[in-house]
T-cell receptor
Framework: EDKVVQSPLSLVVHEGDTVTLNCSYE??????LLWYKQEKKAPTFLFML????IEKKSGRLSSILDKKELFSILNITATQTGDSAVYLC??????????FGTGTRLKVLA | NAGVTQTPKFRVLKTGQSMTLLCAQD?????MYWYRQDPGMGLRLIHY???????AKGEVPDGYNVSRLKKQNFLLGLESAAPSQTSVYFC???????????FGEGSRLTVL
């Protein structure tokens, strides 16, 4: 059975800190890994990763995938209070399903 | 730019009542999904569809039924609601089954 595990479950940091969120997976016939940010409502898309070692970057956020060790990390530098959210990781495979982890709840204090 | 639209946004039911959640997408996506989200549990897949007229079970399908009679619509039904079905329900769609998943705004359901 496909499985996605995120760590830590929750994290409290101060503005300006750098954080690293982890996502490990066990997926048969892996196709892609996606990161989402969820504040009060629907998840919003951040990144999609399909190839190992190629960093995706958007402003202060970046992510990378390691297909050999079966994990991905999401880095946020110079955190701001607006980064407070739940960050979700999902994988896809040949089964047509998107399987999500339980998420990491990030709180950034001013 | 409607994207994915869910109705209703909020609903309170009594145990044993039935209801249907409607999901509509205007992006011509083949793949549609229903998830439920409970505190500490992430998003769990209820049912999904890979095209008009098709449906399949996800991780937590018991107590729910679905239909995809038209490509743009995916209906989630609760035949006899139970308190354990109190949750936030999200519909999502994608153009293929590996790329970005587009979400609706969610429907909060409370079963008393």
């Amino acid at each position: 059975e496909d499985k996605v595990v995120q760590s830590p479950l929750s994290l409290v940091v101060h503005e300006g800190d750098t954080v690293t969120l982890n996502c490990s997976y066990e997926v048969t016939n892996f196709r892609s890994l996606l990161w989402y940010k969820q504040e009060k409502k629907a998840p919003t898309f951040l990144f999609m990763l399909t190839s190992s070692g190629i960093e995706k970057k958007s402003g202060r956020l970046s992510s990378i995938l390691d297909k050999k060790e079966l994990f991905s990390i999401l880095n946020i530098t110079a955190t701001q209070t607006g980064d407070s959210a739940v960050y979700l990781c999902a994988t896809t495979s040949g089964t047509y399903k998107y399987i999500f982890g339980t998420g990491t709840r990030l709180k950034v204090l001013a | 730019n409607a994207g994915v639209t869910q109705t209703p946004k909020f609903r309170v039911l009594k145990t044993g009542q039935s209801m249907t959640l409607l999901c509509a997408q205007d992006m011509n996506h083949e793949y549609m999904y229903w998830y439920r989200q409970d505190p500490g549990m992430g998003l769990r897949l209820i049912h999904y569809s890979v095209g008009e007229g098709t449906t399949a079970k996800g991780e937590v399908p018991d107590g729910y039924n679905v239909s995809r009679l038209k490509k743009q619509n995916f209906l989630l039904g609760l035949e006899s609601a139970a308190p354990s079905q109190t949750s936030v329900y999200f519909c999502a769609s994608s153009t293929d089954f590996t790329g970005e998943l587009f979400f609706g705004e969610g429907s909060r359901l409370t079963v008393l």
